[in-house]
């Protein structure tokens, strides 16, 4: 007898909490666009914290004569930054001293090259 009630009475009981936690799945569903809207409002988020990550790395290079005396000391300053989503090195001194007009614009050219295959890399993958 008490089987018999456990049967009739769970079985509906089982069903109707099935049923229930169907439709609270299909209701809790977020709709396509604000899936979207999210996705792109959290790219632009992490677009812009990368943005401000930037850093300063100094390079020595320290030449010895062969009695081990100090000869010469040469130092290179780059600033490293996220351009899309890759790290990109620009060297800003030499000796501590600002670049030659020379070198910036070699630094320009060699940023005006990282940007060319950069673009040319997104062309190939959009076709």
Not at 41 to 54: M, P
Not at 114 to 126: C, G, P, Q
């Given at each position: ?7 009739l ?6 069903f ?5 936690a169907e ?12 899936i979207?809207?999210r996705v ?18 100094r390079?020595?290079t ?11 000391t040469r130092?290179?300053?780059?600033e490293t930054?996220?351009l899309?989503d ?5 060297l ?7 670049l ?28």
């Amino acid at each position: 007898m008490r089987y018999r009630q456990c049967i009739l009475f769970g079985i509906p009981l089982l069903f109707a909490i099935w049923l229930f936690a169907e439709e609270n799945t299909v209701a809790r569903q977020p709709d396509p666009q604000e899936i979207i809207r999210r996705v792109a409002v959290d790219y632009q988020r992490d677009i812009n914290k990368s943005r401000e990550y930037t850093f300063q790395q100094r390079a020595v290079t320290q030449e010895f004569d062969k009695n081990c005396n100090l000869k010469e000391t040469r130092t290179r300053t780059y600033e490293t930054v996220i351009l899309f989503d890759q790290p990109y090195r620009k060297l800003v001194a030499v000796n501590d001293a600002p670049l030659s007009e020379i070198d910036l614009n070699s630094e320009e050219e060699r940023l005006n090259n990282f940007l060319n295959r950069w673009r040319l890399a997104s062309k190939k993958t959009v076709n």
